[in-house]
């Protein structure tokens, strides 16, 4: 039962997540809106690594689920491939920011997990 409702939570953000990022897509066309998604994603997911507590369905649903759907590796290596001449470039651009979003995303969300705790 513990796992159809942690399937159910993943597929339902992941549909939430992957609606998101086909939005964007059509709204703005370009392998570098999903380098802004990648990015953006890698942030997000720093922020709720830090602060969203141990309640497993939630960190399932938007960890696994929305943000697992909205960032998109398989698109970034197909694009990759598409645009030979600015790979080595999109993959830095992409790569490189992702990281440090994340670990930016880590920071702040300790400390406002930090705050939250003092104010309590």
Same mark, same amino acid.
């Given at each position: 039962?513990?796992?159809?409702? $942690?399937?159910?939570?993943? #597929?339902?953000? *992941?549909?939430?997540?992957?609606?998101?990022?086909?939005?964007?897509?059509?709204?703005?066309?370009?392998?570098?809106?999903?380098?802004?998604?990648?990015?953006? *994603?890698?942030?997000?997911? *720093?922020?709720?690594?830090? @602060?969203?507590?141990?309640?497993?369905?939630?960190?399932?649903?938007?960890? @696994? *689920?929305?943000?697992?759907?909205?960032?998109?590796?398989?698109?970034?290596?197909?694009?990759?491939?598409?645009?030979?001449?600015?790979?080595? @470039?999109?993959?830095?651009?992409?790569?490189?920011?992702?990281?440090?979003?994340?670990?930016?995303?880590? $920071?702040?969300?300790?400390?406002?997990?930090?705050?939250?705790?003092?104010? #309590?």
């Amino acid at each position: 039962m513990a796992q159809a409702r $942690a399937l159910t939570v993943v #597929a339902a953000g *992941g549909a939430v997540g992957a609606s998101i990022r086909y939005a964007l897509a059509l709204q703005f066309p370009g392998i570098w809106t999903i380098l802004v998604i990648n990015v953006l *994603g890698s942030l997000l997911l *720093g922020i709720l690594a830090a @602060v969203l507590g141990p309640d497993r369905l939630w960190r399932l649903f938007l960890g @696994v *689920g929305v943000l697992g759907g909205f960032t998109t590796f398989s698109t970034f290596a197909v694009d990759v491939v598409q645009h030979p001449g600015s790979a080595v @470039v999109y993959i830095l651009a992409t790569l490189l920011p992702a990281l440090l979003a994340a670990r930016i995303g880590m $920071a702040l969300g300790d400390e406002w997990h930090s705050r939250r705790r003092a104010q #309590a």
